[in-house]
């Protein structure tokens, strides 16, 4: 029974107190704790961060809505954000730097961090030839060797959707969708799992996968290679906002300040993410590089439950 | 001897409602607080959608237009052939393991208990992950042995294979301590009076034996239809949806449906309210009292030649089991890459130096993992305990409701009870901030695992006769007396190997703990999460092996510490 006691007593010493930012992320872990780091060394505001995938930080916003605790959201979803400003949400404010960001990055209330685009990724051992295209994996040398992460769970997967929507024409993309599942690809679950098989050689290519996590593996010494179709991909921007009942503004201000500096920005780049800010380097192909489509995500998020049960029909 | 009549009157013997009317309401208390609570706030949730804005508008809207799911009969369906198969499956590979533990001697007995503990602690969807990366084209099997199984391991015979190495311990575990308590002498009985040893087992040892059967196959029911990890890694590529992760799609897919979620929740509870039901129909209808207290030498029967295929057999399954997924665990762990391969030259230890320079807090993690962990088993012991004694053996209105009330939290998505601690905790009326605090934790952990000790000690007091409680009486012990010196004791074994399987679950538990772990804090399981969402597998990997390993070392240590075995073995 002590023992008990003590352990409620040690655990009600984790309390935050009100000199604390509260963040939540869905960035990159290390990106984050490293800038919170960074951040109190200089100000003196210790930031508590949670991480978690866009999906669960905003499940956690909704749940506790009624007496919020976060200040900051960076979040990997760009209509995440449109979505809490028109709850009315978010807290207007445009960080020191954002003139420096292109204006497709920005917005009033929310502006973006960082940049992911969708990249095929293919592994160097598979003995398939090199694809150049999205359609090449229709051909037979690729047979039962492609997978794509499920456009219900990833919200990148249905940005990419959602592009080559626009681009190619709806009826199109669904026969490539339909051609694609002939030739056997599977849809596997959320983001950074489906890059494993991959990896591991029990498929040779991924669809539409995020580049920053497949950069970071490459970069450790994975057998992969990252591809940019000429036909044009999508990026997916990750916004970041101060909520409108945040009890310290200020520091949320400053924290935004922060992470649009050449600093943050830096930190970010070396993620191999493409950092919002023009004026800082990338460390990867960056918007120039890249064939960008682009469309009209918000009418895309407005179709969503058809277009995924479409997808869901094509790929069963 | 007339424990074999079939009387619908378990025990002749109850406590008055007044000697146990503090216990009960201590009890009753911590379950409304436990459970109670944060399933009020859901369904408060379901019924007004708009609650978390602090309006009330819309009542019953969602709920209507959600029961019209297309979705639901079709998830619904799925849930229960997954559930009854895994049953099924692990039934057959636990109830022959279990009579051989119990009625055996078993060389190194204590030692295979131990081993077949290990599941607990291996997260379900590493466990799957781990049979992935071992079965699928050149996965580790391919490049070991050359065969690979692909169209295996994605498929509904897959996932209920997987389940099933994660889930037939619980059912080992209270086959082979009820069998125990039996013990023998029924059977010895049985077999003077000129029954077969076979006969004896069949109509004697195995019918008495129901009680705990009936309550690990129930377990093992909820447990499958309620577990995320597997269905949400195997079935996505052979587009296998059950409830859980419909619910958890729902929770967790921006944008949020929480209405749905709590529809498909209802039904989930609806599901194992049926099972309960039929587990509570099986029980009461005869009394399957066989312990009486007094000491009962029992003599184990000897293998004799066939200790080696029993040996083999406890070997195939303790590998299958434990063996493969971690394995697997350490071969991503210790290679270089993934796409390097099995080569001595791809061997690294580069995933563990990077734990241990404590790389976003690692040890942190584990130590907050282990503390949480332990105040769990103390809770729910103490107070899981208290709820099947006042369940069995008193006579106050309402005590099914306890039962009842108990098992709930079995049946629920983890993501589910989650949600509803945020929603009762978060409210500006509470004098001490709970939320945002690892208290949290401790709650849902304590909520998810109660069934566990309720379940185990449960059965063994049905099998207890009551003459000690009687005779404590007559000699002025009160209720809690005679609870803590009398039934304590001999409910020991069922309770301990409870509170085990309550430390090792809690250890890993992740879906509760991604919802509710205070900003600035991490569990195990999360910072894995996270390291695979992040593309760092060999991290992730690393990490679970030495929280598996430091929590059995731990396991071994805590039932070393007063005996040199795991309880309850006669």
């Given at each position: 029974m002590?023992?008990?006691?003590?352990?409620i007593?040690?655990?009600?010493?984790?309390?935050?107190?009100?000199?604390?930012?509260?963040?939540?992320?869905?960035g990159?872990n290390?990106?984050?704790?490293q800038?919170?780091?960074?951040?109190e060394k200089?100000?003196?505001t210790?930031?508590?961060?949670?991480?978690?995938?866009?999906?669960?930080i905003?499940a956690?916003?909704?749940?506790?809505?009624?007496?919020?605790?976060?200040?900051?959201?960076?979040?990997?979803?760009?209509?995440?954000?449109?979505a809490?400003?028109?709850?009315?949400?978010l807290?207007?404010?445009?960080?020191?730097?954002?003139?420096q960001?292109?204006?497709?990055?920005?917005d009033?209330?929310y502006?973006a961090?960082?940049i992911?685009?969708?990249?095929?990724?293919?592994?160097?051992?598979?003995?398939?030839?090199r694809?150049?295209?999205?359609?090449?994996?229709?051909?037979?040398?690729y047979?039962?060797?492609?997978?794509m992460?499920?456009?219900?769970?990833?919200g990148?997967a249905?940005?990419?959707?959602?592009g080559?929507l626009?681009?190619?024409?709806?009826?199109?993309?669904?026969?490539?969708?339909?051609?694609l599942?002939?030739?056997?690809?599977?849809?596997?679950?959320?983001?950074?799992?489906?890059?494993?098989?991959?990896?591991q050689?029990?498929?040779?290519?991924?669809?539409?996968?995020v580049?920053?996590?497949a950069?970071?593996?490459?970069?450790?010494?994975?057998?992969?290679?990252?591809?940019?179709?000429?036909s044009?991909?999508?990026?997916a921007?990750?916004?970041?906002?101060?909520?409108?009942y945040?009890?310290?503004?200020?520091?949320?201000?400053?924290?935004?300040?922060?992470?649009?500096?050449?600093?943050?920005?830096?930190?970010?780049?070396?993620?191999?993410?493409?950092?919002?800010?023009?004026?800082?380097?990338?460390?990867?192909p960056?918007?120039?590089?890249?064939?960008?489509?682009?469309?009209?995500?918000?009418?895309?998020?407005?179709r969503r439950?058809?277009i995924?049960?479409?997808?869901?029909?094509?790929?069963? | 001897?007339?424990t074999?009549?079939t009387?619908h009157?378990?025990s002749r013997?109850?406590?008055h409602?007044?000697?146990?009317?503090?216990?009960?309401g201590?009890a009753?208390?911590?379950?409304?607080?436990?459970v109670?609570?944060?399933?009020?706030?859901v369904l408060?949730?379901?019924?007004?959608?708009?609650?978390?804005r602090?309006?009330?508008?819309?009542?019953?809207?969602?709920l209507?237009?959600?029961?019209a799911?297309?979705?639901l009969?079709?998830?619904?369906?799925?849930?229960?052939r997954?559930?009854?198969a895994v049953?099924?499956?692990?039934?057959?590979i636990?109830?022959?393991?279990?009579?051989?533990?119990?009625l055996?001697?078993?060389?190194?007995?204590?030692?295979?208990?131990?081993l077949?503990?290990?599941?607990?602690?291996?997260?379900p969807?590493?466990?799957?992950l781990?049979?992935?990366?071992?079965?699928?084209?050149?996965?580790?099997?391919?490049?070991?042995l050359?065969?690979?199984?692909?169209?295996?391991?994605?498929?509904?015979?897959g996932?209920?294979?997987?389940?099933?190495?994660n889930i037939?311990?619980?059912?080992?575990?209270?086959?082979?301590?009820?069998?125990?308590?039996v013990?023998?002498?029924?059977?010895?009985?049985?077999?003077?009076?000129?029954?077969?040893?076979?006969?004896?087992?069949?109509?004697?040892?195995?019918?008495?034996?129901l009680?705990?059967?009936?309550?690990?196959?129930?377990?093992a029911?909820?447990?499958?239809?309620?577990e995320?990890?597997?269905?949400?890694?195997?079935?996505p590529a052979?587009?296998f949806?059950?409830?859980?992760?419909?619910?958890?799609?729902?929770?967790s897919?921006?944008?949020?449906?929480?209405?749905?979620a709590?529809?498909l929740?209802?039904?989930?509870?609806l599901?194992?309210?049926?099972?309960?039901?039929?587990q509570?129909?099986?029980?009461?209808?005869?009394?399957?009292v066989?312990?009486?207290?007094?000491p009962?030498?029992?003599?184990?029967?000897?293998l004799?030649?066939?200790?080696?295929?029993?040996?083999?057999?406890f070997?195939?399954m303790?590998?299958?089991?434990?063996?493969?997924?971690?394995?697997?665990?350490?071969?991503?762990?210790?290679?270089?890459?993934?796409?390097?391969?099995?080569?001595?030259?791809?061997?690294?230890?580069?995933?563990?130096?990077?734990?241990f320079?404590?790389?976003?807090g690692?040890?942190?993690?584990?130590?907050?993992?282990l503390?949480l962990?332990t105040?769990?088993?103390?809770?729910?012991?103490?107070?899981?305990?208290?709820?099947a004694?006042?369940?069995?053996?008193s006579?106050?209105?309402?005590?099914?409701?306890l039962?009842?009330?108990?098992l709930?939290?079995?049946?629920?998505p983890?993501?589910?009870?989650?949600?509803?601690?945020?929603l009762?905790?978060?409210?500006?009326?509470?004098?001490?901030?709970?939320?945002?605090?690892?208290?949290?934790?401790?709650?849902?952990?304590?909520?998810?695992?109660?069934p566990?000790?309720?379940?185990?000690?449960g059965?063994?007091?049905?099998?207890?006769?009551?003459?000690?409680?009687?005779?404590?009486?007559?000699?002025?012990?009160?209720f809690?007396?005679?609870?803590?010196?009398?039934?304590?004791?001999?409910?020991?074994?069922s309770?301990?190997?409870?509170m085990l399987?309550?430390?090792?679950?809690a250890?890993?538990?992740?879906?509760?703990?991604?919802?509710?772990?205070p900003?600035g804090a991490?569990?195990?399981?999360?910072?894995?999460?996270?390291q695979?969402?992040q593309?760092?597998?060999?991290?992730?990997m690393?990490?679970?092996?030495?929280?598996?390993?430091?929590?059995?070392?731990?396991?071994?240590?805590?039932?070393?510490?007063?005996?040199?075995?795991?309880?309850?073995?006669?």
């Amino acid at each position: 029974m002590r023992n008990l006691l003590f352990i409620i007593v040690l655990l009600l010493s984790h309390v935050s107190t009100a000199q604390t930012l509260t963040v939540y992320s869905a960035g990159p872990n290390d990106l984050i704790q490293q800038l919170a780091r960074d951040f109190e060394k200089i100000t003196g505001t210790k930031v508590q961060v949670f991480q978690g995938t866009t999906g669960q930080i905003m499940a956690r916003l909704e749940a506790e809505r009624s007496n919020p605790v976060a200040d900051v959201v960076i979040s990997a979803s760009w209509d995440s954000a449109l979505a809490l400003k028109r709850a009315g949400d978010l807290l207007e404010y445009s960080p020191k730097g954002a003139d420096q960001v292109p204006d497709a990055l920005k917005d009033t209330h929310y502006i973006a961090q960082g940049i992911a685009a969708l990249a095929l990724v293919w592994n160097k051992n598979s003995n398939t030839p090199r694809p150049g295209d999205w359609a090449d994996l229709t051909q037979p040398e690729y047979r039962r060797q492609v997978l794509m992460p499920d456009p219900a769970q990833s919200g990148a997967a249905f940005e990419w959707l959602g592009g080559m929507l626009t681009s190619k024409g709806e009826q199109a993309t669904w026969a490539l969708l339909t051609e694609l599942r002939r030739n056997g690809m599977v849809v596997s679950g959320p983001n950074a799992r489906a890059l494993n098989p991959v990896l591991q050689g029990a498929k040779a290519a991924a669809i539409g996968a995020v580049d920053y996590i497949a950069y970071g593996q490459q970069a450790r010494g994975e057998a992969i290679e990252i591809i940019f179709p000429a036909s044009g991909t999508v990026i997916a921007p990750r916004p970041m906002m101060i909520l409108n009942y945040s009890r310290q503004p200020e520091q949320a201000k400053a924290f935004l300040d922060y992470l649009l500096s050449v600093e943050g920005q830096t930190a970010v780049a070396n993620q191999y993410l493409i950092p919002a800010r023009r004026d800082v380097p990338d460390r990867r192909p960056g918007l120039q590089e890249l064939t960008l489509i682009s469309f009209d995500s918000e009418a895309m998020e407005a179709r969503r439950g058809d277009i995924l049960s479409q997808f869901r029909k094509v790929t069963r | 001897m007339n424990t074999l009549s079939t009387t619908h009157n378990t025990s002749r013997f109850r406590w008055h409602t007044l000697t146990a009317q503090v216990p009960m309401g201590i009890a009753l208390a911590s379950l409304l607080v436990l459970v109670g609570l944060p399933l009020l706030f859901v369904l408060l949730q379901v019924i007004f959608p708009e609650l978390t804005r602090g309006s009330l508008a819309n009542a019953f809207s969602p709920l209507l237009h959600n029961l019209a799911d297309p979705e639901l009969l079709a998830l619904t369906g799925n849930s229960v052939r997954l559930g009854i198969a895994v049953v099924i499956v692990s039934a057959l590979i636990a109830v022959p393991l279990g009579v051989l533990r119990a009625l055996t001697r078993l060389p190194g007995a204590a030692w295979w208990d131990v081993l077949l503990l290990v599941p607990f602690m291996i997260p379900p969807y590493i466990a799957a992950l781990a049979w992935v990366m071992t079965l699928q084209t050149n996965g580790f099997s391919q490049q070991l042995l050359g065969v690979a199984g692909d169209g295996l391991v994605f498929s509904f015979s897959g996932i209920v294979l997987v389940m099933a190495f994660n889930i037939f311990p619980v059912i080992y575990f209270a086959v082979s301590r009820t069998l125990s308590a039996v013990g023998g002498r029924y059977a010895a009985v049985a077999q003077v009076c000129g029954a077969t040893p076979w006969t004896a087992f069949w109509r004697i040892t195995l019918p008495l034996s129901l009680p705990g059967l009936a309550a690990g196959l129930l377990l093992a029911f909820a447990l499958s239809i309620e577990e995320f990890g597997t269905p949400a890694t195997l079935g996505p590529a052979i587009g296998f949806e059950v409830l859980v992760t419909g619910i958890h799609r729902r929770f967790s897919d921006w944008p949020l449906d929480m209405p749905g979620a709590a529809v498909l929740s209802l039904v989930l509870v609806l599901l194992a309210l049926l099972a309960f039901w039929l587990q509570h129909w099986l029980l009461n209808r005869r009394s399957y009292v066989s312990l009486t207290g007094k000491p009962a030498p029992f003599e184990k029967a000897d293998l004799g030649p066939w200790r080696w295929p029993v040996l083999a057999l406890f070997a195939l399954m303790v590998f299958l089991a434990v063996g493969v997924p971690l394995l697997a665990v350490l071969a991503t762990a210790s290679t270089d890459t993934l796409s390097g391969g099995l080569q001595w030259s791809n061997l690294s230890t580069r995933h563990f130096t990077a734990l241990f320079a404590n790389q976003d807090g690692a040890l942190a993690a584990l130590a907050t993992s282990l503390s949480l962990a332990t105040g769990t088993a103390l809770l729910t012991g103490i107070l899981g305990a208290l709820i099947a004694y006042l369940v069995v053996r008193s006579s106050i209105k309402g005590k099914s409701w306890l039962d009842f009330l108990s098992l709930l939290p079995n049946t629920l998505p983890a993501i589910v009870i989650a949600v509803g601690l945020i929603l009762a905790w978060n409210q500006p009326f509470w004098p001490v901030n709970v939320y945002n605090t690892s208290l949290m934790l401790l709650l849902a952990y304590s909520c998810l695992l109660l069934p566990y000790p309720v379940r185990y000690t449960g059965a063994s007091l049905r099998q207890l006769g009551d003459n000690l409680e009687a005779a404590a009486r007559v000699c002025g012990a009160g209720f809690t007396q005679s609870f803590i010196r009398i039934v304590l004791p001999l409910i020991a074994p069922s309770l301990l190997v409870a509170m085990l399987m309550v430390f090792a679950i809690a250890s890993r538990e992740l879906v509760a703990s991604l919802m509710v772990t205070p900003a600035g804090a991490q569990t195990v399981s999360t910072f894995v999460f996270g390291q695979f969402e992040q593309g760092s597998p060999g991290v992730g990997m690393a990490m679970s092996l030495v929280a598996i390993l430091t929590t059995t070392v731990l396991l071994v240590g805590l039932t070393g510490v007063g005996r040199r075995r795991l309880p309850g073995v006669g």
